[in-house]
Every structure is written in structure tokens, then in C-alpha cells.
Nanobody, 127 residues
Framework: QVQLVESGGGLVQAGGSLRLSCVAS????????MGWFRQAPGKEREFVAG????????FYADSVKGRFTISRDNAKNTVYLQMNSLKPEDTAVYYC????????????????????WGQGTQVTVSS
């Protein structure tokens, strides 16, 4: 069982930066691949970025590539999403999620393969 709590969201002007954090409970955090997803009003939840359980592989949605960076600190049971050059279209509730099974290879973008979810943190980018 993994419980996730996100923080770091807020209101920022276009071009600004935010860093989201997701703290996980449980000693098995380091064995799970992690992902960040987002959901804007009236839209489907979409994949943003993912990182493998050991941190060796990362993958990004085209819309955030070059602007966002995902990382993890297994000693702190935390995964981060550094968001730079924010745009109004990045406005959404951001969720972190853990894969259903541990030790999976690589990064998967399909949200149905993530079993554990946080409550979300709001990110609003003003123009």
C-alpha cells in the first residue's frame, strides 16, 4: 500500500516556475515507478511525466518536454516535478501516482496502470 500527498501548487504568472512535491508513505516507495498527471476542467486526465522505480528512465509528454523535469529522492520517499516556463495551458490539477506493481521496467503513460493516486494540487498560470 502506498499513500501519496502532493504539495507545491499555486498561482503563478506565465513564464514563471513551480516545483511540485509528492511524499509517499510506506517503505516500498523506492520499488514503484511514479508519474505525474494533470486534469484541466472539462478534460480527461493526461500524462505529464514519469520516472522509473530506480530513477534511470524518464519520459515526458510532448507538451511539457524541455520545460518540466521529474526526479525522485528515494531516501526521502519523494518525487518532484520542476515546472519552468509555465504557460496558461498548464493550468490544471496535478496528481502524482504510483504504478500498480513494483519493479516495472521503464515508464508507462497509461493512467490505468497506476494504482495509487494523491489528492491533487492546483496549478494556475495567469497570462
Amino acid at each position: 500500500q502506498v499513500q501519496l500527498v502532493e504539495s507545491g501548487g499555486g498561482l503563478v504568472q506565465a513564464g514563471g516556475s513551480l516545483r511540485l512535491s509528492c511524499v509517499a508513505s510506506g517503505r516500498t516507495f523506492s520499488t514503484y515507478g511514479m508519474g505525474w498527471f494533470r486534469q484541466a476542467p472539462g478534460k480527461e486526465r493526461e500524462f505529464v511525466a514519469g520516472i522509473s522505480w530506480a530513477g534511470g528512465s524518464t519520459f515526458y509528454a510532448d507538451s511539457v518536454k524541455g520545460r518540466f523535469t521529474i526526479s525522485r529522492d528515494n531516501a526521502k520517499n519523494t518525487v518532484y516535478l520542476q515546472m519552468n516556463s509555465l504557460k496558461p495551458e498548464d493550468t490544471a490539477v496535478y496528481y502524482c501516482a504510483a504504478r500498480t506493481t513494483p519493479y516495472t521496467v521503464g515508464v508507462v503513460t497509461i493512467k490505468e496502470t497506476y494504482r495509487y493516486w494523491g489528492q491533487g494540487t492546483q496549478v494556475t498560470v495567469s497570462s
